[in-house]
């Protein structure tokens, strides 16, 4: 029998929480997120994994200033896929996850924990929220207004049609919640699970190479586990390094949605539309017959009666560019649609393909 010096020794080996951060071609961003990670309070009790997948830059010369586990893919295989090849080494009975461009507070890894140690039994996955970590530019300014990585409530997901879908999605936009509480996905910037889980869920779909893979690892958490089985802690920050240009936003909204397309091809239901951009398409559309001018002024007049506090806050708080976020919101969301129509389209070709191939 080992000595209680032994056990204790063994018991301080093992991490009690695994962070797995997955990288490509990132070599400036990464240091800042591996130094906010050496610097965790409980720094001794967590291993951290870095994941390269497949990078071109020299990764391995910067992973190799820090205390943590280097796993390199031999070519690029998506950003699921490389998080895979983090859980499969992953010892920790509990899996967290964070972007190679987001800066993480010294205590997240100790809130994570802290938030674990009072859950309620049948929870399998706990993530928080994310700011902009860099306020520079016009885009960022607005990116902290109306951040785009934000969890899925669960009154948008069980919505039963595009009118609930939208009365559940103006109660979020107008009344964001600051409660823990249960939710349809969350962000993968600042998530975590129990191993257990995503074993059981099978991880992440090695397909899906960027945008949507947590969304569709937490429909088949809830699916198998319940509602409850997702939760959202707001206090619990990491700070994200957007681009500070307009065209990266709309880039990600459309990659965003094009994920979201795939998996509605695959699984049916409700597409997951933005709304807003929806209805001001439509009304373009139904209007322009009639009168153009009038069509893109209906169209243009709804994103600022669906975002009205920014026209407040460019009165109240003197910041003449609000104004203007509204339609950046609208943007945003056309691009996403535009990015499910595609992604469906494209699912829809290689499921065809797929069925020739097997007559």
């Not at 001018?293 to 506090?309: E, K, T, Y």
Request: hydrophobic share 40%; aromatic share 8%.
């Amino acid at each position: 029998m080992p000595d209680s010096a032994d056990a204790h020794s063994r018991e301080l080996s093992e991490p009690v929480l695994s962070v797995v951060v997955c990288t490509f071609n990132r070599t400036k961003s990464l240091p800042a997120c591996l130094d906010g990670l050496m610097r965790q309070t409980m720094r001794e009790r967590i291993e951290v994994i870095v994941v390269d997948d497949g990078s071109t830059q020299d990764t391995g010369s910067v992973v190799a200033r820090y205390d943590v586990e280097f796993v390199a893919l031999p070519t690029n295989q998506g950003l699921s896929a490389a998080r895979n090849a983090g859980i499969a080494v992953a010892r920790a009975p509990i899996v967290a996850f964070t972007d190679d461009d987001v800066i993480v507070p010294p205590d997240w890894c100790e809130s994570l924990c802290d938030a674990w140690d009072v859950a309620p039994k049948g929870t399998f996955a706990i993530g928080g929220t994310v700011d902009v970590a860099e306020v520079t530019s016009f885009t960022q300014r607005y990116l902290a207004r109306h951040n785009p990585l934000s969890p899925v409530e669960l009154d948008v997901a069980h919505a039963r049609n595009v009118v609930d879908r939208l009365r559940a999605y103006i109660k979020s936009e107008s009344h964001p919640s600051r409660a823990i509480r249960p939710v349809y996905s969350l962000v993968g910037a600042n998530m975590s699970f129990l191993k257990e889980g995503l074993t059981a869920v099978g991880g992440f779909d090695p397909t899906i190479r960027f945008g949507g893979d947590e969304e569709l690892v937490c429909v088949n958490l809830r699916e198998k586990f319940g509602d409850q089985s997702i939760l959202c802690y707001p206090d619990i920050v990491v700070g994200h390094a957007f681009d500070p240009r307009l065209r990266d936003t709309l880039r990600r909204a459309f990659l965003y949605g094009f994920s979201s397309g795939r998996n509605w091809a695959r699984n049916g239901g409700i597409p997951s539309l933005r709304p807003v951009g929806g209805l001001a398409v439509v009304s373009f559309i139904a209007t322009a017959p009639v009168t153009l001018g009038g069509a893109v002024l209906v169209s243009l007049l709804i994103p600022f009666a669906m975002w009205r506090r920014w026209i407040t806050a460019a009165i109240n708080e003197r910041e003449p560019e609000a104004v203007l976020y509204p339609l950046l919101a609208l943007a945003q969301e056309v691009a996403s649609n535009i990015g499910l129509v595609v992604g469906w389209q494209d699912e829809r070709r290689k499921r065809r393909r797929t069925d020739r191939s097997l007559r």
